[in-house]
């Protein structure tokens, strides 16, 4: 993740934590990551594209992968909210 410099911190900080993990942890890692793994999954188990993206099983491995990213990402991006809180002053 980015090292913000204090501007750039304040004018972040002023957006919100839910925002930071929002865009950190949900856009930033989240969903591409557990797109991209989902695909890579089904490749490797043979699925055939577009018809996988119809299957039950398909869908719940992209739920599964996305929500373990996030959970990762939103856990990196709190750590990275309070590395720049205690960094820059609360």
């Known amino acids: 993740m980015k090292a913000y410099k204090p501007d750039e911190w304040a004018r972040q900080r002023e957006k919100g934590r839910m ?3 929002l865009r950190h942890g949900f856009l930033g890692r989240g969903l591409p990551l557990g ?3 989902a695909v890579v ?3 490797y188990l043979g699925g ?3 018809e996988a993206l119809q299957d039950v099983a398909f869908a ?5 992968a996305v929500g373990v990213f996030t959970l990762s990402g939103s856990l ?7 590395l ?3 960094r820059h002053g609360s």
């Open 76 to 82: 990196a991006a709190n750590a990275n909210w309070s």
């Open 35 to 37: 797109l991209i793994t």
């Open 19 to 21: 925002s930071f993990l």
């Open 41 to 43: 999954i089904e490749l």
């Open 48 to 50: 055939t594209f577009p």
């Open 60 to 64: 719940g491995r992209v739920a599964l």
């Open 84 to 86: 720049h809180e205690r």
